[in-house]
Nanobody, 124 residues
């Protein structure tokens, strides 16, 4: 069992930056895939970024490439999502999730454990 806690969300203005954190407890996640997703009311949960903790590979949705960076600190069991040049379309509840095997994918159903989410609001 893996418990995830996200933090770092908030209200910012367009162009600002935020860093989200996802800390895991329960067991080491050195070989897992960690994904970041976001969701707004009435929309499906959307994949944003992911990192494969076993090989360091990352993946991003096109809309955040060049602006967001995902990274992991295995010693702290924490994964970060650095978000720069935020715009109003980045607004949503951000969730981190754990996929136990395979590669980084965008399907929420393939992720076994989820955090409670942290709200990011970008005002224009």
């Amino acid at each position: 069992q893996v418990q995830l806690v996200e933090s770092g969300g908030g209200l910012v203005q367009a162009g600002d930056s935020l860093r989200l954190s996802c800390q895991a407890s329960g067991q080491s996640w050195n070989n897992y895939i960690i994904g970041w997703f976001r969701q707004t009311p009435g929309k499906e949960r959307e994949f944003v970024a992911g990192v494969n903790q076993s090989n360091g590979r990352t993946g991003y949705v096109n809309s955040v490439k060049g602006r967001f960076t995902v990274s992991g600190d295995n010693a702290k069991n924490t994964v970060y999502l650095e978000m720069n040049s935020l715009n109003s379309e980045d607004t949503g509840v951000y969730y981190c999730a754990v996929k136990i095997w395979g590669q980084i994918t965008a399907r929420p159903s393939e992720y076994a454990y989820w955090g409670q989410g942290t709200q990011v609001t970008v005002s224009s």
